[in-house]
């Protein structure tokens, strides 16, 4: 039996298109623990964070996966910056 493909990704990883959010609509969809600084902040240092495979570039506009970001969050929990 092949493993269940979670379903912000397609077959081939791919991130789904409705798994994409801008800065300001993660932000606004948990308004209780993210701010759009906040967020910029962790995108900004993406690549030495490991928070880039949660990220689409289009055009000027950087996208975030919400399972991806959650994903890479949960990673994080308990660590002492």
């Known amino acids: 039996m092949e493993p269940k493909t979670?379903?912000?990704t397609t077959p081939?990883?791919?991130i789904a298109l409705d798994d994409l959010d801008t800065v300001?609509?993660?932000a606004a969809a948990h308004?209780?623990?993210l701010t759009v600084p906040t967020l910029?902040?962790?995108l900004r240092h993406r690549d030495s964070n490991g928070l880039a495979l949660a990220?689409?570039?289009v055009g000027?506009?950087?996208l975030i996966s919400?399972?991806?970001y959650e994903a890479w969050l949960a990673t994080r929990a308990g660590r002492v910056v």
Request: with cysteine.
């Open 60 to 62: 000027k506009k950087l």
């Open 55 to 57: 990220c689409v570039s």
């Open 6 to 8: 979670p379903p912000a």
């Open 31 to 33: 308004p209780k623990i």
């Open 12 to 14: 081939t990883g791919a």
């Open 40 to 42: 910029r902040w962790q």
């Open 66 to 68: 919400r399972s991806r």
């Open 24 to 26: 300001e609509g993660l």
